[in-house]
């Protein structure tokens, strides 16, 4: 697990571990957390709250994957645009049946090449195989699980996919926030702790009680203070 230090700050780690989880959680920019801090009386800058952010959400982020259960055998895929610094690049994602996030990564094509990419770092990652892919009508997708020599069900069509698609809207709000990202590099760091996140406190409220939604809320908390813990 990776080594976690926040030795030398001036704040304590309570501060800053509520500060990412404030940033990766919700819809908010730098400055709005500065308010929302500033309000309980604590004075941080919105460039402290970003190197904060660049810090430790890295670390934050593969604590979580470390941490979670496999995937479901029902994969999801889709891609969508995203605009960088006036070029337009792809965001290749993947998702299992129940919404969790297994894989994403930007690149600047659509072809088969990029597929293959995203199958293969998809695969190395994740500790079960996928039963059933389920894909838009790209040919790609079928390309790369062939040259890959994938057995497995491969069911395409423009609305078998919605649960691919929806997964794009939590980005697509962080996006029009953030007025869109400044650099692949910095979009696949952002969206590595963003995924993650999102993942742990993913509780489908809508199918649950309100009591067990408490239940799974709580939990979900407890891990993400293991998560952050020093060490």
Same mark, same amino acid.
């Given at each position: ?102 894989? =994403?990564? @930007? +690149?600047?094509?659509?072809?088969? *090449?990029?597929?293959?990419? %995203? &199958? ?5 990652? !994740? ?49 029009r926030k953030m007025q869109r ?19 742990? =406190?993913? @509780? +489908?409220?809508?199918?649950?009680? *309100?009591?067990?939604?408490? %239940? &799974? ?5 407890? !891990? ?8």
């Open positions: 697990m990776t080594n976690i230090s926040y030795h030398r700050h001036r704040f304590p780690p309570e501060i800053i571990q509520y500060t990412v989880w404030l940033y990766s959680k919700f819809t908010l920019s730098y400055r709005d957390i500065e308010d929302l801090l500033a309000e309980r009386g604590l004075d941080v800058s919105y460039e402290t709250i970003r190197r904060w952010v660049n810090k430790f959400g890295s670390s934050y982020a593969r604590r979580i994957r470390s941490n979670r259960p496999g995937a479901d055998t029902i994969w999801h895929l889709d891609e969508m645009v995203v605009v960088i610094n006036g070029r337009k690049y792809w965001l290749w994602r993947a998702v299992d049946s129940e919404g969790e996030v297994l894989e =994403f990564l @930007i +690149q600047s094509r659509r072809n088969r *090449r990029a597929a293959l990419r %995203l &199958f293969k770092k998809l695969l190395g990652r !994740q500790k079960v195989q996928p039963e059933t892919i389920v894909t838009d009508k790209l040919r790609s997708y079928s390309t790369a699980l062939r040259t890959l020599q994938i057995d497995v069900d491969h069911q395409q069509g423009i609305y078998r996919n919605n649960r691919a698609e929806n997964s794009h809207l939590p980005v697509r709000r962080r996006e990202f400044k650099s692949p590099g910095s979009a696949q760091r952002f969206l590595n702790l963003h995924a993650s996140v999102y993942n742990l =406190f993913n @509780i +489908q409220r809508h199918l649950t009680t *309100r009591e067990t939604m408490k %239940l &799974f809320r709580a939990e979900a908390m407890d !891990q993400w203070k293991q998560v952050v813990a020093a060490g």
